[in-house]
């Protein structure tokens, strides 16, 4: 027989793990100096991960990378380049940002950002031109600029991604999108426009320019919109995330709120690149996300398809004129980086989000599982389920007034993912820990994440409550 003091006790220790966890997390396990709050609801972190606010107020922030001396440069959209220290890291997403200051000052900088691998040299770009400055890390100077890249200026879509090959780090790799939705230009190789274009830098000569369009090495055509570039850590594998086409109809019928899907394009790597570049099929075919269009036929997830059916493009010319995706994601979701971990075993992709679709999508970071070995996705090519939520919006539906919208991301030496929100003017960092641990420093954010995803906090303090009912049981037995 149960002793009569049991249910107040049982009452007592309930209500008071309740309120130890809902303090435990509001504040954080391991307290952190600064633990900035989100002016929207909070975001929802992945049971595996720990995510936390450490900077805000930047303008636009789009593409970042580390310098020798760990200090983050952050490209401001139209505003220019800052440099961001941390006045204290206590592990984890533990960290404080100490000062901000300005850089480069230049309003033609949209997105794309690199470092020399010396830490020396400091490549940005704007919709027309690469350029490059000295770079100190340690009297924060940027000086010398130089135009290395130039006649990219097209309307519409105006950032040139940047990426400086890690296997061969003379090669620099651009970017460049279309002009409109449907850009007729792209069908046309020696337009340069929407491709990927690597140049060696080395190989330029003093007070020269490369021109885009007719200079460099070709790794693709036909990709509208491919802003996030990125390389595998252990085979040098290039792949880039697309952004697909808008308003689209097949045979009269709109099908722009399902389709087309977001492309995931695999380009070899740069020491076997091809004579002749593939072409991606913009803008005469595009991946499929839904199967649910006029005429079907055998066509599956991430199958190229045309928008009409003539003797000049068609969904046969499609499948066996044009390389497909090696993944395809939820249509306008907007990809807009890709970044490796270390080991090469997954990719992170910013999902930016959805203007052209009734429901809001995208608004969110992911990850997608690879092959190490090979550096493969380990999915499927007509995966649906490929990218994993990592850190999303609590309702989407508010988006995008009321939440963030990623876009940049680097991972620094400890395996910490950093990511850029330009529409809040926001820095995230996140680390992923071991599955179901809390791990230390986890702010709000993360917690607020995390309660709604399987109870844990319930589950802890019911044995903890058992484990005291179950003493005070025994001891008056």
């Given at each position: ?97 100490g000062k901000t200051v300005t850089l480069v000052r230049d309003s033609s ?42 006649n990219m200026t097209n309307s519409d879509h105006v950032t040139r991604t ?70 595998h850590p252990v085979t040098g594998g290039i792949y880039s995330v697309e ?235």
């Open positions: 027989m149960l002793p009569a003091m049991f249910p107040s006790i049982l009452q007592a220790a309930f209500v008071a793990l309740v309120l130890h966890s809902q303090s435990t997390a509001s504040q954080g396990i391991g307290s952190c100096s600064v633990d900035l709050k989100a002016s929207y609801p909070a975001p929802v972190v992945a049971a595996d991960y720990n995510a936390r606010l450490i900077s805000t107020g930047l303008q636009r922030p789009r593409g970042l990378v580390f310098d020798k001396n760990s200090a983050l440069l952050v490209v401001e959209f139209r505003t220019g380049i800052s440099h961001v220290t941390f006045s204290s890291d206590d592990g984890a997403t533990c960290l404080a940002v900088l949209t997105h794309g950002i690199e470092l020399s691998p010396d830490g020396k040299t400091l490549y940005a770009s704007s919709s027309d031109k690469v350029f490059s400055w000295d770079y100190d890390a340690a009297t924060i100077t940027a000086s010398n600029q130089k135009t290395l890249i130039q940047l990426l400086l090959s890690k296997k061969q780090p003379e090669i620099l790799l651009v970017s460049r999108g279309s002009g409109e939705n449907i850009d007729d230009l792209a069908a046309q190789q020696s337009s340069g426009i929407s491709q990927i274009r690597a140049f060696n830098l080395s190989a330029l000569e003093a007070g020269k320019v490369y021109d885009y369009p007719s200079q460099g090495v070709s790794l693709g055509w036909g990709l509208r919109n491919s802003v996030g570039v990125a390389e952004n697909s086409a808008d308003q689209l109809r097949r045979q009269s019928t709109d099908i722009h709120e399902e389709n087309p899907g977001e492309e995931l394009n695999f380009h070899g790597t740069l020491n076997t690149t091809p004579s002749t570049p593939p072409n991606y099929g913009y803008p005469h075919c595009f991946a499929l996300w839904d199967t649910s269009i006029p005429s079907p036929g055998s066509l599956t997830v991430g199958s190229q398809f045309a928008l009409s059916d003539t003797d000049t493009v068609n969904d046969a010319l499609c499948a066996s004129d044009f390389t497909p995706p090696r993944l395809t994601f939820e249509a306008h979701t907007a990809p807009l980086d890709i970044k490796f971990t270390a080991a090469g075993d997954a990719a992170y992709i910013t999902f930016h989000g959805s203007w052209n679709r009734d429901s809001p999508a995208g608004y969110k970071l992911s990850s997608v599982a690879f092959n190490p070995a090979d550096g493969t996705p380990a999915a499927a090519a007509d995966s649906r389920t490929a990218a994993v939520d990592v850190l999303t919006n609590a309702d989407t539906t508010r988006c995008p007034g009321s939440c963030f919208r990623p876009a940049g991301l680097v991972v620094d030496g400890q395996g910490r993912l950093f990511m850029t929100s330009d529409s809040t003017g926001e820095i995230y960092v996140l680390q992923r820990v071991r599955e179901g641990a809390g791990g230390e420093g986890a702010g709000s954010e993360s917690r607020a994440g995390r309660l709604p995803r399987g109870g844990g906090w319930v589950a802890v303090g019911l044995t903890v409550v058992l484990s005291v009912v179950g003493g005070v049981f025994f001891a008056a037995a």
